[in-house]
């Protein structure tokens, strides 16, 4: 089966790329880097040939309002237009968690956005919810960083390992699709304040983590269970501390 996966030189994309060949699939890596570009149109046609999925794993260059939203909007539509083209039988999309319960968040409002063009194209589709990854500690905590201190909600959250993420997305991409959405989480609920204070002390990294519920998470303000995954989700069996301990 060939595959095409768009994003496919980033941390999810690079990670699923090897998956998918290791289970024995064509698979082509698409980004900027090697031709493909889904926002001018570059490559796309070319790469799409013969294709039987994409896997859309991209993410904005840029986190502004404005900027995200028309990253998704472009790139989805150009997608589209190409993969009905080429008669592409099963579009693959990883989103976010909560994306349609924290509108005050423009990167969440970007999502729904993609989310929503995806279900109006026409194509068989899947879209994959993931919850925040483990690897996000360090951004998490650069986005609510002032002086030596991070601030942070005590909001509930499900993390997990990327290389959860791409095991579920690749079984998703070789299965029918699902024309719905699916969602995939960590195994435990931590607090987002002490996810991060957990994460930064493994890494001997010397700010410190203080919870105020005053202040928001990434334009949104989670205060009750909205990051967390719905009944069904289905949960990867990597535990915070263990990945931790991995890395070490």
Not at 45 to 50: F, I, N, R
Not at 144 to 171: H, Y
Not at 181 to 209: C, I, N, Q, S
Request: glycine share 12%; no cysteine.
């Amino acid at each position: 089966m060939k595959i095409v996966v768009i994003g496919g030189t980033g941390l999810i994309g690079s990670k699923l790329v090897d998956r998918l060949r290791t289970d024995g699939h064509d698979v082509l890596p698409a980004s900027p880097n090697t031709g493909v570009d889904s926002i001018t149109g570059e490559g796309l046609d070319e790469a799409l040939k013969g294709a039987q999925v994409v896997v859309d794993v991209s993410n904005s260059p840029s986190f502004e309002d404005s900027a995200v939203l028309e990253f998704f909007r472009t790139s989805t539509g150009n997608l589209g237009a190409a993969e009905a083209a080429a008669g592409v039988g099963h579009h693959v999309a990883l989103s976010v968690v909560g994306s349609d319960a924290l509108p005050d968040s423009g990167y969440l409002r970007a999502k729904v956005a993609q989310e929503e063009l995806i279900k109006g194209s026409g194509i068989p589709y899947s879209i994959v919810r993931a919850t925040q990854f483990f690897e996000f500690v360090k951004g998490i905590a650069a986005g609510s960083t002032e002086g030596d201190t991070v601030r942070l909600p005590s909001s509930l959250l499900q993390p997990l390992a990327s290389d959860d993420v791409v095991a579920e997305v690749a079984r998703v991409a070789v299965a029918a699709p699902l024309n719905g959405t699916t969602e995939v989480a960590g195994p435990e609920e931590l607090h987002l304040d002490e996810f991060v204070r957990t994460g930064l002390a493994a890494e001997k990294d010397p700010r410190e983590v203080v919870t105020d519920e005053s202040v928001g998470y990434f334009g949104a303000n989670p205060r009750g269970r909205e990051l967390l995954p719905g009944p069904g989700a289905r949960l990867a069996g990597t535990r915070f501390a263990d990945w931790l301990d991995s890395r070490r």
